[in-house]
């Protein structure tokens, strides 16, 4: 309690602003034929869906790439029309629930992968101007600057990419003239060299990479005849 007479009070750390713990958002995406702008959260425990509200916003995106940094969603690349892919990148601050614009990557990149790992944002593959990357940027958060590293083995786009043991794993995606991909690349930091690893049973994009207890699960769209 606090009284008028008082000229300095101290909130109890029991009273901080608190944010759910567990929140997904949904950020973007098509809506019908065009991109949107809608962002969406499920509160896990509540178990509902609600339309984020009176926020500015950054105008439709769709195929982009997304990554969480503490209350940071970085909101990476992707089109904002179905049809010219973008460079630009915004960060979500979810406790202030403001955007901000940081730095653009080097290369334009639609159907790219995203991934965190250590204190870096990667952001792998996907096409631009009709072509198909095999390049990868690396973003520092704290100096705001995008730079390359090692390219991967293939291009590819539509893939998905997920850390296991401080490594990055890119799996299938398309390649040129739409081909599905059974490959598997892996990302050492270390010594920033990708390597090809065990291929999987069927080409796949638009697929969703897991970790869970120390395994990689790759779940989505197969085609019977990889490359």
């Not at 000229?7 to 809506?31: C, M, N, W």
């Not at 990554?67 to 992707?78: E, K, N, Q, R, S």
């Not at 996907?126 to 990868?136: A, D, F, K």
Request: hydrophobic residues 35%; charged residues 20%; proline residues 4%.
């Amino acid at each position: 309690m606090s009284k008028e007479e008082d000229k300095e009070f101290v909130t109890p750390s029991i009273a901080q602003p608190r944010i759910p713990q567990d929140i997904l958002f949904s950020i973007g995406g098509y809506h019908g034929q065009s991109p949107t702008v809608a962002i969406e959260t499920y509160d896990i425990r509540a178990g509902r869906w609600s339309v984020l509200e009176q926020v500015d916003s950054i105008g439709p995106r769709a195929f982009h790439g997304t990554a969480v940094v503490g209350f940071d969603i970085y909101v990476i690349g992707g089109t904002d029309c179905g049809i010219e892919e973008l460079r630009s990148c915004h960060c979500f601050n979810a406790v202030t629930k403001t955007w901000r614009e940081v730095a653009p990557m080097h290369e334009r990149r639609r159907n790219l992968a995203v991934t965190v790992l250590g204190e870096m944002v990667y952001a792998m593959g996907g096409r631009g101007y009709g072509q198909q990357h095999e390049t990868v940027e690396r973003y520092d958060y704290k100096t705001n600057q995008w730079s390359f590293i090692a390219p991967m083995n293939s291009q590819r786009w539509n893939t998905s990419a997920a850390v296991l043991n401080d490594k990055i794993y890119v799996t299938g995606g398309y390649s040129k003239f739409y081909n599905y991909l059974n490959t598997v690349e892996v990302y050492d930091p270390v010594t920033n060299q990708w390597t090809l690893v065990a291929k999987l049973h069927s080409g796949r994009v638009g697929h969703s990479c897991a970790v869970f207890h120390d395994s990689l699960y790759v779940l989505g769209k197969i085609s019977r005849y990889p490359e």
